[in-house]
T-cell receptor, first 112, second 110 residues
Framework: NAGVTQTPKFQVLKTGQSMTLQCAQD?????MSWYRQDPGMGLRLIHY???????DQGEVPNGYNVSRSTTEDFPLRLLSAAPSQTSVYFC???????????FGSGTRLTVV | GQSLEQPSEVTAVEGAIVQINCTYQ??????LSWYQQHDGGAPTFLSY????GLEETGRFSSFLSRSDSYGYLLLQELQMKDSASYFC???????????FGIGTKLQVIP
């Protein structure tokens, strides 16, 4: 099992560009979430999903879109990148019955 | 919304015991989780408490008091490799939505 796979690991964008951060899990987990981590601010929830076709907003959803067409994939789209979106992004998944979230290795995004 | 408070930094001696406290305010509380994150790494799940009381997993234990909106993580027989950040997190409105605190950076010294 690969667990939670995030691509790319590093990315530099120019202000105004759009891009998609990929996340895939092979554990058949129902729940998936996206977090961003900034120094001194912990992990902040962007969007989450309880299953294919169902998503909801977290604490900081503005500027980001998600969709969940399959159980395995949960991509995060940046619509028009801004320097404030410079951060480390983590995708995570969990089974419905609990057991904690498994995190991917992260994507370090810089917007210039 | 949700808010969580935990100390920003803790220093402890190798072999000792350390307790990291967490207080929370949230609607629809479902449970309290703890995660560990080493510098440059991803968070890893340590424990989950849905009911009051103590849960033990090896050298780590986690406690929850729902009436006090309070929990703690207890690390025993500290090792140098335990130097990391520890996050408490609340599951609210169900298990699927997890909100994290800002984390406690634990430094274990010889």
């Amino acid at each position: 099992n690969a667990g939670v796979t995030q691509t790319p690991k590093f990315q530099v964008l120019k202000t105004g560009q759009s891009m998609t951060l990929q996340c895939a899990q092979d554990m058949n987990h129902e729940y998936m979430s996206w977090y961003r981590q900034d120094p001194g601010m912990g992990l902040r929830l962007i969007h989450y999903s309880v299953g294919a076709g169902i998503t909801d907003q977290g604490e900081v959803p503005n500027g980001y879109n998600v969709s969940r067409s399959t159980t395995e994939d949960f991509p995060l789209r940046l619509l028009s990148a801004a320097p404030s979106q410079t951060s480390v992004y983590f995708c995570a998944s969990s089974p419905r019955q609990g057991g904690g979230y498994t995190f991917g290795s992260g994507t370090r995004l810089t917007v210039v | 919304g949700q808010s969580l408070e935990q100390p920003s930094e803790v220093t402890a001696v190798e072999g000792a015991i350390v307790q990291i406290n967490c207080t929370y305010q949230t609607s629809g509380f479902y449970g309290l989780s703890w995660y560990q994150q080493h510098d440059g790494g991803a968070p890893t799940f340590l424990s989950y408490n849905a009911l009051d009381g103590l849960e033990e997993t090896g050298r780590f234990s986690s406690f929850l008091s729902r009436s006090d909106s309070y929990g703690y993580l207890l690390l025993q027989e500290l090792q140098m490799k335990d130097s990391a950040s520890y996050f408490c997190a609340v599951n609210s409105g169900g298990y699927q939505k997890v909100t994290f605190g800002i984390g406690t950076k634990l430094q274990v010294i010889p």
